[in-house]
């Protein structure tokens, strides 16, 4: 609490992490700090979500092992290590079984990564209704970059440059050999299919 910046009445507060929803202790404290809080959750096919975490350790620590060494206790078997950070992110039903603990459904808002990019405009009206803001962020404010391959955001009331996201975004995916994307589907299907009841939305990642 200490290090958020001061607000007035009808300001929002905002923080941002990966690293909450997917640690065990975070849903218990926020709940004891500020449990009327909303809480948004960007998610994104956990496959490609995957390859994109190994994508930016492997830019960080070029000698690490590839991907496919990694993602197997046993490759022979085709056990899958649900253990390596990874792969353990995108088992998103476990970690929202945490969270529902403390929170109801309702304060909490899923965003399709996928859409953010085909439909941004489409996934923030969504936010701003969620969080009870006018829309302001619309269609206008959005183009399409072609070298990134997302969406960048315009500035609205100005005409200075575009707010696009850094280098560590947009990064080309290392080749993965089919055989362990294809296990690796088959092994997040039905946690998937979990996400897709508790959340009442089905994100199509199949």
Known sequence: RNVMPKT????????????YFVTNEAPRRIHSMAKDTKLI??????????????TQTLSKKPDIP????????????????????????GIY?????????????????????ERLITDPAGEMAKVQ???????????????????????????PEDSSAPRCLGKSKGRTH??????????????YKPFNVMFYQMTGQDFQWE
């Open 8 to 19: 007035l009445d009808g300001q929002i507060t905002m923080e941002k992490t990966p690293s």
């Open 41 to 54: 959750v960007v998610v994104r096919n956990p496959v490609t979500r995957a390859i994109s975490d190994y």
């Open 66 to 89: 590839t991907f496919e060494v990694l993602a197997f206790k046993n490759r022979t078997l085709g056990l899958i290590d649900a253990s390596w950070s990874a792969i353990r992110i």
């Open 93 to 113: 039903a476990l970690h929202l079984e945490n969270w529902l603990q403390y929170f109801p459904l309702s304060q909490i808002l899923f965003v399709s990564g």
């Open 129 to 155: 209704d969620f969080l009870g803001l006018k829309r302001i962020v619309t269609e206008k404010h959005f183009y399409f970059n072609k070298t990134k391959g997302f969406p960048c955001l315009k500035k």
């Open 174 to 187: 290392p080749k993965i050999d089919p055989d362990v994307i294809h296990r690796l589907r088959k092994f």
